[in-house]
């Protein structure tokens, strides 16, 4: 992806800056409507947003506070936040909180009712525990109020349905989508080339051009899925691979993580990381994964199409020019299953009336076509956002010529599988998420390591489960 330097503004002399004041004070004086440059500015920033048939000041005066993960695509949405301070009147602070620690900040926040946080960057996985204790609003009146909200100007329809579906429970929206992904597949092209492979269209296949590929002795490996363990690690991979053995997470109303096709779904992505991973996969994330293709190690990996980042720095990346992307693999059922993913804005239960509309205008701001453009190709610094949530972006021809340095397919496979490839249901969307994804994601190491066989790690979870259900 090609940087962009930010212009560099030079400082006037004292002397001229002192001139210069002078005159736009003596203009003002003159004539009480000039409008100064900065308000101009300021106007012509804000004059996208005044299309949208709302009153924009209407919670003038409240003050937010938004939790966030220190991640660039939120670092781009802070940079640009003065615009909606100007447009609302509402001042927003923001809190960037490590990924492994904002689950429990928010938690600890909805739980006590003390409002500190008004939204905060949320896993789709906590919206059945924070609708179960009503620590969350609906957002359905919101979006369906025309005084909070211009249904043609936000156009919700726009923005990914399987991220809304993603947000929602029990028929209900929960949150707004702001940045997500989808996994796909990332190929060396020029070492597939050479071996006369195309992109795997099934998960047989995909084993295939690993084997074709994997040359340990000469450092390189045919593939590698993340396997550290974590509830959003390699239970971000193992869902995929189970839905598309043919698992179902509920038998009835019973959650059954030990079914024939879970074993067999485990048994593969055991069977394929002994044999065409790098040994350490096993304690590898995300980070990792896309390190070790970059420099060249690896032919293959599935994966968030947002890593692609790392692939293409120049000053990092030895694969530049030598990436291709495609779907997720056809399991034995002929079912595609991509992970989905998405960082949604929910609005805290605990806040007054008018807090929560200055949350709502934020959330609406955030996720509008607008912004979303202005923190990606617009945004002036070097990280341009790829998780934007609305398909027209995806398709609007600044987005793709951004993209188009990315690697081929780029586009087409992470958009083919956001609208064709996704499951609101890949993992099991229960209140005691937090509990259950932890022990499976256990379960599943102890079988990629070795210390037990994918039945016995699978039986014990489930029976482990059954106690987290019960209590």
Request: aromatic residues 12%; glycine residues 6%; positive net charge.
């Amino acid at each position: 992806m090609t940087k962009r330097r930010a212009s560099t503004l030079q400082r006037p002399g004292r002397r001229r800056m002192l001139k210069q004041t002078a005159a736009l004070g003596a203009a003002t004086l003159a004539a009480p409507y000039v409008i100064s440059s900065a308000h101009a500015q300021a106007n012509a920033d804000i004059a996208p947003y005044a299309n949208a048939k709302i009153n924009w000041r209407q919670a003038e005066g409240e003050s937010i506070t938004v939790a966030v993960i220190p991640a660039s695509y939120f670092e781009n949405l802070i940079a640009v936040a003065p615009t909606f301070e100007a447009l609302t009147g509402v001042k927003v602070r923001f809190e960037k909180v490590p990924p492994g620690q904002i689950r429990q900040k928010a938690m600890l926040d909805l739980s006590s009712k003390t409002g500190t946080y008004a939204t905060s960057a949320t896993d789709p996985m906590y919206y059945p525990l924070y609708v179960s204790n009503k620590w969350i609003e609906p957002i359905d009146h919101y979006l369906s109020d025309s005084t909070l909200t211009d249904a043609k100007w936000f156009d919700n329809d726009d923005i990914f349905k399987a991220w809304r579906d993603a947000n929602s429970y029990e028929g209900k929206p929960y949150a707004v989508p702001y940045d997500g992904e989808v996994t796909v597949q990332v190929y060396r092209k020029d070492l597939y080339d050479a071996k006369g492979l195309k992109a795997a269209d099934t998960l047989d296949e995909f084993l295939k051009n690993a084997a074709a590929i994997n040359d340990p002795a000469n450092r390189i490996y045919g593939m590698a899925l993340r396997g550290f363990a974590g509830a959003g690690q390699n239970m971000y991979i193992y869902p995929s691979l189970f839905r598309e053995f043919g698992g179902q997470w509920f038998h009835g109303k019973k959650l059954v993580v030990d079914s024939p096709e879970a074993v067999r779904a485990l048994d593969w992505y055991v069977d394929a990381e002994t044999r065409y991973a790098p040994p350490a996969v096993r304690n590898w994330n995300w980070p990792d994964i896309a390190d070790a293709f970059s420099q060249g190690t690896l032919g293959c990996y599935i994966d968030a199409h947002s890593s692609a980042s790392v692939l293409v720095n120049p000053e990092k990346s030895k694969v530049v020019g030598k990436i291709a992307f495609a779907r997720w693999p056809k399991g034995p059922t002929g079912k595609r299953c991509t992970s989905i993913w998405n960082w949604g804005f929910p609005i805290n239960a605990a806040l007054s009336d008018k807090q929560k509309k200055a949350t709502w205008l934020f959330i609406t701001w955030a996720a509008s076509g607008e912004t979303q453009a202005r923190t990606s190709w617009k945004f002036a610094g070097p990280a341009k956002r790829t998780g934007l949530n609305r398909r027209s972006l995806w398709k609007a021809p600044e987005f793709v010529a951004m993209t188009k340095e990315i690697g081929p397919n780029f586009v087409d496979a992470a958009l083919t599988s956001l609208e064709q490839d996704t499951d609101v249901d890949w993992r099991p969307r229960v209140p005691q998420w937090p509990a259950v994804g932890d022990t499976m994601a256990t379960a599943i190491q102890e079988a990629l390591v070795g210390q037990k066989k994918s039945k016995q790690a699978l039986d014990e979870a489930q029976a482990r489960i059954d106690q987290i259900l019960k209590g």
